[in-house]
C-alpha cells in the first residue's frame, strides 16, 4: 500500500482517571500515538526514543518531515540525561519547569537504544525539550518513564487545540487514543528559546515572557526577534495556526457582513464572540483557539466571509497572542 494513502484507525476515547492514563501509558509502550493535555495546548505524543512511532505522529498531522519535535520529560533530572544543560539553563529550568518553557540544547551522546530517535528531530543535533506542569501530562510521564514526543494535537498549519473536543474534531481515526483532560489552561503553545555563543534568543513567544526571562538571567546578549532571513527552527513558518475563513487583524470597525472575534464585549448588533468580556490577556489566550475554531464553523452557516479581530495589547501573553494572530491572518 502506498504511504501517502489516508489510513483510518480507531481511536480510543481516553478519561483522564488512573484507568485511562494506564491505558494511555500502555498505548504509548506499544509504539502508538496518544493526544493529551498539557498546560499549553493539546499535545500528540509518541515514544520519542521509536522511530516508527515518531513516523506516525508525522503521518497524522501530515506534518513535514523537516520540522522536528518538541520532546516531554519528567523532570530536569531526566532531561539531563538526553541534553547538556549549562549552568545559564539550569537556573532557567530551575525557575520555570514545570512549565511552559522549552529550551533548545544539544543532544548527548547515548546508545541506539536509549537516544531519541533522529526522526524526532529532523535529524538536528539539538533537542528541543520542556518538562510540562499540567497534572495528566506529567502522569503520562512519569509511568512512562521515557521521553514522549508531542507536538501540537492538529493538522499541520491549522489551529492548534486547546479542547477535547477539537481535538476529536481533527484527529479521530488518525490517532491511537486522546485523553479527554478538559480545557488546557494557559491555550497558547509553550516559549521557545536557543542560547547561542552566549546569546539568548526568543525563537516563540509564549506564557513565559521576555521580562521573565530577563529576571533569571541577569546579564546576557539578548536578543528578541529572530532574523527572519535565517530560519533557526524549520517551524517558524509565517504561515500557521490557519482558520479556514481569512482573518483581519487589529479592526476597531468590523464591517456589516463580518463575524467578529471581541476583546473586551462584543460590540452590538455583531455576530461573534468574545475572547475575555473583561479583557483579560490570560483569559483572551485560554479561549484563543477554541473562539477561533468555532467562528470557522459558524462563518460557514452564516454569510460571514472573513472574521474581524479586535486589537490585543501587545504585552505580557499579549505578545504570543499577537504572534499566533499574525500568523493565522497569513495565508500561503
Ligand atoms: P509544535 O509543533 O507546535 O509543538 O511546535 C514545535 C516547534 O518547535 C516548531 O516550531 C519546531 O520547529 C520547533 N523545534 C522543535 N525542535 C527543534 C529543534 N531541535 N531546534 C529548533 N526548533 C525546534
Ligand atoms: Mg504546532
Redesign the pocket.
Known sequence: MSSNKTKYISTEILTCNDLGISRAVQILKNGGTVAFPTET?Y?LGADATNSEAIEKVYQAKG?PKN?????HVKDKTMAEHYVEMDSLTSKLSTSFWPGPL?V?LKKNPLTSKERITEKA??K?K???IRVPAHPVARKILCLFGKPIA???ANLSGKL?TTRFEDVVMCLSGKVDAIVDGGPCPIGV?ST?L?IENGQLTI??PGKITEEEIKSIIGKIKYKKEINKNKI?????FESHYCPETPIRLNVLHPRKNELVLAFGPLPQGFNGLTLSKISDPNEAAMNLYSALADLDNLAKTTQSNSIAIHPIPLQGIGIAINDRLRRAAKRL
Open positions: 495546548v499535545g506534518r520540522n522536528p519535535l518538541i520532546i522549552t533548545i528531530l529532523s538536528l539539538t533537542v528541543a508531542a507536538p501540537s492548534s503553545e521557545i536557543t525563537l516563540r533557526t527552527s524549520p517551524g517558524q
